[in-house]
């Protein structure tokens, strides 16, 4: 019923720029949190930055680098990624959490994509 599409991930350069998208669609009555998440083989998925109706984290590795926003006409989030290094090389994913609908049943529930990779070669 609801669904996460990622777009924007690549090969790019140390010091380079990438912009990941994250639009949603389906049964959405609204949306409350956003973020997006990264994994490495054999690491958990760790927080990169998250933006909720308290305001807006980054995980310490990106402070300065990353900036998330997010459009809630089109229900979309964005994460600009600047001066990218070898080690932000990940999968990076799309997390929210909605208040969606079946019919007159209403539940909010976690919601993630299908990942994009990101890759930063030195």
């Known amino acids: 019923q609801v669904q996460l599409v990622e777009s924007g991930g690549g090969l790019v350069q140390a010091g380079g720029s990438l912009r990941l998208s994250c639009a949603t669609s389906?049964?959405?009555?609204?949306?409350?949190?956003m973020g997006w998440y990264r994994q490495t083989p054999g690491k958990q998925r760790e927080l990169v930055a998250a933006?909720?109706?308290?305001?807006?984290t980054y995980a310490d590795s990106v402070k300065g680098r990353f900036t998330i926003s997010r459009d809630n006409a089109k229900g979309t989030v964005y994460l600009q990624m600047n001066s990218l290094k070898p080690e932000d090389t990940a999968v990076y994913y799309c997390?929210?959490?909605?208040?969606?609908?079946?019919?007159?049943?209403?539940?909010?529930?976690?919601?993630w994509g299908q990942g994009t990779q990101v890759t930063v070669s030195s």
């Open positions: 997390n929210a959490d909605i208040r969606s609908y079946i019919g007159t049943i209403y539940f909010t529930k976690e919601y």
């Open positions: 389906g049964s959405i009555a609204s949306i409350n949190a």
């Open positions: 933006i909720t109706s308290g305001g807006i």
